[in-house]
């Protein structure tokens, strides 16, 4: 049953998650994070879905990607200001601190799961960023939800969005489609 739609407030100019519309857990990819903190296409409805209290996910490797796309947005393409660099980091880093990103990092410690992200890097020709999302998604701590509660990746990038269909995942490219997927096929 969802829950009422997202009211965006704004703390130094910077958008601010309230509450949200789904009880699906969305695990967030490095583009998909930085729409929560940069009006760019895509960003309102991201923000407009979701569960608050804690589920909204993200690998430690696409939280500091995402850091990297904010520092490119700053220096190379001249997008943002530093003030507004530093201020996205922070809220990145707020969301983390306040749970409501998560942090969920596949085992990385096993061959196994490095090995499976090898070969879905061959597989799909994406980075090792990319596959390791989709290891845990696929044998991590939220590939155990079912229908309606089962993950759905959060996604700006159609090369990554292509791979998880292909790997039978839940995928909602944020960028292009208006609403996520309600219902497991």
């Known amino acids: 049953m969802p829950v009422e739609v997202a009211r965006i407030s704004t703390t130094l100019g910077l ?25 760019e296409d895509g960003s309102d409805r991201l923000l407009k879905s979701f569960n608050p209290a804690g589920s909204f996910f993200i690998t430690t490797f696409c939280l500091f990607e995402a850091l990297g796309v904010l520092k490119r947005k700053w220096i190379t393409e001249k997008k943002i200001t530093r003030d507004e ?55 991590g701590l939220l590939s155990h939800f079912v229908r309606e509660s089962k993950a759905v990746l959060v996604t700006a990038d159609g090369d990554l969005e292509e791979a998880a269909k292909a790997e039978d995942l839940r995928v909602w490219n944020c960028a292009t489609q208006e609403t996520p997927p309600e219902q497991i096929g």
């Open 15 to 39: 958008p601010q998650i309230v509450t949200f519309n789904s009880l699906q857990p969305g695990f967030l990819d490095a583009s998909a994070a930085v729409k929560l903190v940069v009006n």
């Open 85 to 139: 660099y530093l201020k996205r980091c922070f809220l990145l880093f707020d969301y983390v601190k306040d749970k409501v990103l998560n942090i969920n990092d596949p085992d990385i410690d096993s061959y196994k799961t490095f090995r499976l992200a090898v070969e879905l890097t061959e597989k799909h020709s994406l980075d090792l960023s990319d596959t390791l999302l989709l290891v845990g998604l696929k044998r």
